[in-house]
């Protein structure tokens, strides 16, 4: 499925991408150099692609929270966030290991440069007067970045490992301009 021809709509595109998450390794997305997906195939014997009741629901949700749906990059649309809004960022984390240097769910990567740009983010955010919540790795790097924010350890779980016994035991950071 992933190498076929290109969708032609956004229906194809979209129905596609839930597919191709459904089927493959643990749900994760990425892509290569090149932009295409490239996760192999998971293990399921029968993957519900299409959840029926949930998009129910969230067809009901959408349509009586007129919600403004856009494609644009994460700097464009946070700076249209206002005063009081909630914002929760969820960026590829700051690698803590040699081992778990990955960083390229998409073909431009997520590097420290693209770090300190979401951090300069944030602090506009902050400014703004929103409530901002992060999650990224536990590492100096991370810990610098947000020094003058509110920052919690947490205990994670990781659900993307082949060894089932490596997806405990791992730190998280959850940096808020709140208590």
Same mark, same amino acid.
């Given at each position: 499925m992933r190498? =076929? @021809?290109?969708p032609r709509n956004d229906v194809e595109i979209a129905a596609r991408f839930i597919a191709l998450n459904k089927t493959c390794y643990n749900g994760l997305y990425?892509? $290569?150099? $090149? #932009? /295409?997906?490239?996760?192999?195939? #998971? =293990?399921? =014997? /029968?993957?519900l692609i299409c959840d029926t009741r949930n998009l129910k629901n969230v067809s009901i949700l959408l349509r009586h929270s007129n919600p403004g @749906?856009?494609?644009? #990059?994460?700097s464009e649309m946070l700076l249209k966030a206002e005063t009081n809004d909630f914002v929760y960022l969820d960026p590829p984390y700051k690698p803590v290991s040699s081992t778990s240097n990955f960083t390229a769910y998409t073909h431009q990567g997520f590097g420290d440069h693209d770090q300190v740009q979401l951090a300069n983010v944030f602090r506009k955010l902050a400014d703004r007067g929103c409530l901002i919540l992060l999650s990224n790795s536990n590492s100096p790097f991370i810990r610098e970045l947000y020094s003058d924010f509110s920052i919690k350890e947490v205990d994670v779980q990781r659900a993307i490992n082949c060894k089932g016994s490596k997806?405990? #035991?791992h730190k998280e950071l959850l940096i808020s301009n709140y208590s």
């Open positions: 190498d =076929e @021809i290109q990425r892509v $290569n150099q $090149n #932009g /295409k997906f490239n996760v192999p195939m #998971g =293990e399921y =014997e /029968k993957p @749906i856009q494609c644009v #990059g994460y997806r405990t #035991g």
